[in-house]
């Protein structure tokens, strides 16, 4: 069974502190991707990833960076927390192969709060 | 600017056909469209996708239109557990453009 794992289900923290969020695929994908979920605004691409050290720019990267040092793992940083940081943190990952037709997996999200 | 756009929400009475609409008149013609549910508490999965000719799979139907301005899910018989927000998605590469979803009720 394909599984994207994330690390936390609900994390809290404070303004200022530094957070991880980290995601886990064991599909051997080469992709994986970072979203934010709010209320009204749907699913929002923070950054992505093709390959191990590469990344991309999203549609609202600021205030985010990302590692991927490793091909199963992505993490998603937040160097200074922030409350409009609080949100539903969702890691996803696909392959390249043609034949997967892009289909993303998706992991169980992270609540993040920030106090 | 949204690439999708869904009516926010409907209800279908179970056991009975839903169709769930979606208008993408920016498409470009090496967009395809694909159709993924978020069900309560759990990270969006895959239902169907497709390019120009309507698709069929075992979850859903997908009906393109011939100018491709507009897409929409059916699903035949509408079950409790089918009740979900359905996101309908343009792929340009491998960037995902989710609109806000339909969230989909479904009567018993």
């Known amino acids: 069974d394909v599984k994207v794992t994330q690390s936390s289900r609900y994390l809290v923290k404070r303004t200022g502190e530094k957070v991880f969020l980290e995601c886990v695929q064991d599909?051997?994908?080469?992709?994986m991707f970072w979203y934010r979920q709010d209320p009204g605004l749907g699913l929002r691409l923070i950054y992505f990833s093709y390959d191990v050290k590469m990344k991309e720019k999203g549609d609202i990267p600021e205030g985010y960076s990302v590692s991927r040092e490793k091909k199963e793992r992505f993490s998603l940083i937040l160097e200074s927390a922030s409350t409009n940081q609080t949100s539903m943190y969702l890691c996803?990952?696909?392959?390249?192969?043609?034949?997967?037709?892009?289909?993303?997996?998706f992991g169980p999200g992270t609540r993040l709060t920030v106090l | 600017d949204a690439k999708t756009t869904q009516p926010n929400s409907m209800e279908s009475n179970e056991e009975e056909p839903v169709h769930l609409p979606c208008n993408h008149s920016?498409?470009?013609?090496?967009?395809?469209i694909h159709w993924y549910r978020q069900l309560p508490s759990q990270g969006p999965e895959y239902v169907i996708h497709g390019l120009t000719s309507n698709v069929n799979n075992r979850m859903a139907s997908l009906a393109i239109a011939e100018d491709r301005k507009s897409s929409t899910l059916i699903l035949h018989r509408a079950t409790l557990r089918d009740a979900a927000v359905y996101y309908c998605i343009l792929i340009t590469g491998n960037q995902f453009y989710f609109g806000t979803g339909t969230s989909l009720t479904v009567i018993p």
């Open positions: 920016t498409i470009s013609g090496t967009d395809y």
């Open positions: 996803a990952s696909s392959s390249l192969d043609w034949s997967s037709y892009n289909e993303q997996f």
């Open positions: 599909m051997d994908h080469e992709n």
